[in-house]
């Protein structure tokens, strides 16, 4: 119940059907039409010139564009399910423009800026890898986005942001493209202050001047040796900062217990992070934010996710935020 036609056809499957040049229809009840088309799946239809055999029937319909039986390729395949694809663009006219899906979601996706609007939240391995670093410093970010994260120890650092502190900083602003990380737990906990005083404010505590350069120390290798430094705007000064606290805004998007008085800030922005994906902010756990406010008294994030305060002599989690590129 076969039927083959034209030139050096073969229809071996039953009730399979070959027509053109050199087409083959092996499956059951397949097709192969063209020139140098193969049908090795069952109901399956092919056109065009030499595709690639599917003898695995993942497709339903396929359309060859190959030059010869040494170079076959598919550029337009249907399988079983009804996904789609194509070896080229696809076009869509809407209302009066005409627009190439393919270009237009190449041009968003190698856009470095769409990468800090995109939370994917892909495991990256253990360590930065060298392609990894390029893709940072050449401001490219492939294959990076908000939500990826490395994990080390059981630990994972998440990227948070992309390129958060570029432009911003006086006497010197960082210039260089770098991604922002905040672990998903706690690294450690300690007290803002030794006393239950916010006097000089957090560039004069205890957490900014001794115990989160102990946190620093205790990063893995491949974060330390790439840590940026920038010039960050805290109690009415300037200060150099690498491996810090966040602070209301970079959490919640804006200030909720802190004190009046020590809103102005260089971090102005809600971190891409937990703008598109609001509960990675509560982790079971306390954790400090730098704001103070009041005379005796921090900003934190509670375990439920809430903004609250504390003494400063009160002992939570060190959840730290920093660049590296």
Not at 121 to 139: V, Y
Request: glycine share 10%.
């Amino acid at each position: 119940m076969s039927n083959a036609e034209n030139y050096a056809t073969e229809a071996n499957g039953k009730c399979s059907h070959a027509e053109g040049l050199i087409s083959i229809a092996n499956g059951m009840a397949s097709h192969a039409e063209g020139g140098g088309t193969i049908a090795s799946g069952k109901y399956q239809h092919v056109q065009g010139k030499y595709n690639v055999e599917d003898a695995d029937n993942k497709y339903a319909h396929i359309l060859g564009g190959g030059s010869d039986a040494n170079n076959r390729k598919n550029i337009h395949t249907v399988d079983w399910d009804g996904n789609a694809e194509y070896r080229g663009d696809v076009t869509v006219h809407y209302g009066d423009s005409t627009i190439p899906i393919g270009a237009m979601l190449n041009e968003l996706i190698d856009n470095p800026y769409m990468h800090r609007n995109v939370f994917r939240g892909k495991n990256l391995g253990e360590f930065i890898t060298d392609e990894q670093l390029a893709a940072i410093r050449d401001g490219s970010f492939a294959d990076l986005y908000v939500g990826d994260y490395w994990e080390k120890d059981g630990v994972r650092y998440r990227i948070a942001d992309i390129n958060y502190w570029k432009g911003v900083g006086y006497q010197e602003s960082v210039q260089k493209p770098h991604i922002l990380i905040v672990p998903d737990t706690i690294l450690g906990s300690g007290q803002m202050h030794t006393s239950n005083s916010t006097s000089g404010g957090y560039k004069s505590s205890t957490m900014k001047n001794a115990r989160l350069n102990q946190i620093a120390n205790s990063l893995p290798d491949a974060f330390k040796n790439i840590l940026i430094s920038h010039r960050m705007f805290s109690d009415g000064a300037w200060i150099n900062a690498s491996v810090d606290l966040m602070n209301e805004v970079m959490v919640h998007g804006t200030c909720i217990c802190t004190d009046n008085s020590n809103k102005q800030t260089s971090d102005t922005q809600q971190l891409a992070m937990f703008r598109l994906v609001p509960e990675l902010k509560t982790i079971g756990a306390n954790y400090w934010l730098r704001n103070l406010s009041s005379a005796q008294t921090y900003t934190l994030v509670s375990q439920y996710g809430d903004a609250s305060n504390d003494m400063a002599t009160s002992t939570y989690g060190i959840r730290p935020v920093f660049g590296i590129g």
